[in-house]
Structures are given as C-alpha cells and as structure tokens.
C-alpha cells in the first residue's frame, strides 16, 4: 500500500465516524469532540448511546478511545451534571479543559486563559530582555511581534476580555514591551505607541473581530454563517449587510464574539462593507480604527 493509498484509507476511516450519530461531533486531527444541548432526560437518552456507537465504531476500525483522557464539561446553570460512559468507563467530570491552545471553564469565563497568555508572553518578553543587549526599536519591535504578542492574540475571537481587570493585565505585557526601547521610555503609553506605529491590544482585538466577521459573511469559511449572525431586514440606515443584535440577559452572551462585533460591524462604511478582498478590507478599517489608538 502506497503512502498516498494509506492516507485516503485514513481519512476514509475518519470521515464515518459521525455515522448514525445524533449529536454534534467536532474533529481536528486526532482529537474528537461530541456535544448536545441537554434540557430534558431524552436528551440524555440521545448523547449516551452516541457515546456507545463511537466505542462501537472504535473497536471496528480498531482504533479505541483512551478512556483514561475522555473528559465530560458540563456548560450552563440548567445543565443536569449527568454522568456518562464509554466502554463501561465513567469518564471524568473537569472544569475546565485545554482545547487547541485555549483553556475553556464550565463558566465560559476566560480569566485563566487569559492568566496562562500573559505568562507566556510574560516568559518570552523576559528572555528578550535578558539576551538582547541592544534595546532599539529596529531590534525589540520585530521581536515583540513576532515572539510576544502572538500570545496575547491567539484565538482572541473566542476568549477576548471584557473585565476591566483582564484587559489591563493583557495590555501591560504590551506597556512593559515599549518600555524596553531606551530612546522612548520617558514617554506616556500612548506616547509610545504612536511613536512605534502600534495599536492598543484592545483596538487589535476589535480589528480581529471584524476581520473574522467579514471573512464569515463573505463565505471565506466553508460554514453556516447563520450559526454566528442574522442579516437585519429592517431596513435600518446604513450599509446593506447590517446584523440583527440579540437582546442578552448574561454577559457570557453580551460579550460571546457573535454579539458584541454587531455595533461595530454595523457602523462601518457602505465602501468598507463593499471590498472583495481581504486586505483591502483590512485597509479600510484601519482607518475607521486609528482614532481609538490616539
């Protein structure tokens, strides 16, 4: 068997492996998720017996779960906390789990991820300090860039801050960066981002969330872009692609990506609104952008 022949048998095997099941099932190369909304018992009745059809579909292709590493999150305040099983194993009820880089909490809330991110960049802000004698903006910009601030940005459509207390302690990983460069260390923070062509993190974020907006309405993304958004058909002044924001009683909802970059999506310009690229999109809201920077 050739290695081209191996690889499509794979992934011939793990594209059926969300045959005859009910829930949703979420896969990234060998990592597999199950979820279903749990609100009554037949819903329970639905997600454990999926959970037995994957022990089934494992043992048949041979390629058996590590029930030892199977864990069960429970998210919502109505959610019955039911137990669950693969293979006559009770998996482990956690917390909290690292999912693809991101620490996810039961309470969707993001301070220890958002703990973890600081340390890291904390971490590698430290050894440029401690290694690079020569503390120039030619030298420590491209470093911070490329090293610090990617930790403080990664994934941030999913687990981006809206506590006063997060978005300060994010934001002085960045103040302690443009402190390290001598020629402009005397000046305010803002200051210093001016000198140095730099945003806010806050405003970056902001920016990121359009971008991913833009790039979900557009159908960049093989998606449903109804799972995140609702054209509003009111007939609202604006552009022609405003979105209808729910009303939110939590901020879990207020704050999730799908709601809060409504207001901003919806104040963009007609031309913005307009753009068929990427870039030139990324062009346009820079500009609407660069008076939060000031």
Known sequence: MTAKTALASHRAVINDIDEQIVSKILKFADDTKIYHTVQSPN?????????HRLVEWSKDWQMLFNTDKCKVLHFGFN???I???????KLQLVKEEKDL???VSADIKWEKQCIEAVKKANKMLGLIKKN?????KETI??????????HLEYCCQVWSQYLSKDINLIEGVQRKATKLIKDIKHLSYDERLENLGLSRLTTRRVRSDLIQTFKIINGI??????LFFEIDSGGRRGHSSKLFKKRSRLDIRKYAFSNRTVDKWNSLTQDCINC?????????????LEPETK
Do not use: W
Not at 132 to 136: A, G
Not at 141 to 149: D, F, G, I, T
């Open 43 to 51: 819903d329970i009745e639905i997600l454990q017996p999926d959970l």
């Open 79 to 81: 959610n019955p906390h």
């Open 83 to 89: 137990d669950y099983s693969m293979d006559g194993v």
């Open 101 to 103: 880089g991101v620490t």
């Open 132 to 136: 690079f004698q020569d503390k120039s």
């Open 141 to 150: 910009m491209p470093l911070y860039k490329s090293l610090v601030r990617p």
């Open 221 to 226: 993304y093989k998606l449903d872009k109804s």
């Open 276 to 288: 068929t690229t990427i870039n030139a999109f990324k062009c346009h809201i820079q500009k609407l």
